[in-house]
């Protein structure tokens, strides 16, 4: 073979590598899309790890601060284990007041409020990759900031995120404007070129 074929033969086989990396790239993005965008995903739910502060008014020895279990249960005096899973903290303030009214305190009043959060878990191309708190009214934007940012290979149109609440555990593809909740995994994806 001359010169010419070799250089012609080495030019194919890099633009065929080429395209073979870039399409190697699109296929691991191909996860459905989140319809979702920022304050549509709803109230927050309470789950495993949120820490509680329940007050039962006029009555300082029922109230203080409390922890969801591992099954999604808070222990409280006198009525014993509430479920607070999946509940937002208005359907747990009632709940609470229900059973407390059920032989225990005459017309109780209460509230609970949510101390800290669950985390959330961000990873892929940021700077700072991990578990963080959640604050209310959270987007995967925010999410990236609070990872220190991107990193100059960063992908910063979509991010991929996996519900905590799903119970599938299905990766989306989602905007940057989308909701990020506790549990939630968010990936931000690398850009090949």
Known sequence: MNRRHVIRALGQGIGLAALAVAMVGCAGNDAPMETASAGQIG???????????????????????????????????????????????RDLEKEIATRLSAGYVKDPKVSVEVLNHRPFFILGEVRNPGQYQYVNGM???SAVAMAGGYTYRAKEDYVLITRGSDPKKELR???????????DVVRVPERYF
């Open 43 to 89: 109230e927050y739910h309470l789950g495993p790890g949120d820490a509680l502060r329940v007050i039962v008014f006029g009555e300082e020895q029922l109230s203080g601060e409390f922890r969801v279990d591992g099954t999604g249960k808070v222990a409280m005096p006198l009525i014993g284990e509430v479920s607070a899973k999946d509940r937002n903290t």
């Open 139 to 141: 987007t995967a934007l």
């Open 173 to 183: 593809k989602a905007p940057i404007t989308t909701s990020v909740m506790p549990d």
